[in-house]
């Protein structure tokens, strides 16, 4: 006769469990939501100020290079009509501290972009 074997109907108690399991999952779910939202707005922030950064590296990189580029043509010049010591000397010294600024300015964005890195890497590490 097993026609008549059902399973045992839920009773009020395992319906209550299942109610405060359910609440308890729904908390949790707020909890985390709130916690994701909280992420995703640090997040936004830094990314518009690694943008900001950025685009600012960019612009004085530009100008800098624009900078030396102008230098080296006024030492181009000043060679081409220096005859004395003195001047040779003075050229010599532009030179010098023109190669001085290039290589102040390669250091200062490889540094730049290696903290921008270390900023993202972060970012993908708290996500």
Do not use: C, W
Request: hydrophobic share 35%; proline share 1%; aromatic share 2%.
């Amino acid at each position: 006769m097993s026609i008549f074997r059902r399973t045992p109907k839920a009773t009020q108690s395992d319906l209550e469990i299942l109610k405060n399991e359910l609440i308890e999952l729904r908390s949790e779910l707020t909890k985390r939501t709130n916690a994701l939202s909280l992420v995703t707005a640090a997040t936004n922030g830094l990314d518009q100020k690694i943008a900001i950064i950025d685009t600012r590296l960019t612009t004085m990189t530009t100008e800098l290079s624009h900078q030396l580029h102008e230098l080296g043509r006024e030492i181009e010049t000043l060679v081409k009509t220096a005859d004395q010591s003195a001047s040779r000397e003075a050229l010599e010294q532009l030179r010098v501290n023109q190669t001085r600024i290039a290589n102040e300015q390669a250091r200062y964005e490889i540094a730049f972009r290696q903290d921008l890195a270390e900023i993202v890497d972060q970012l993908r590490r708290t996500q």
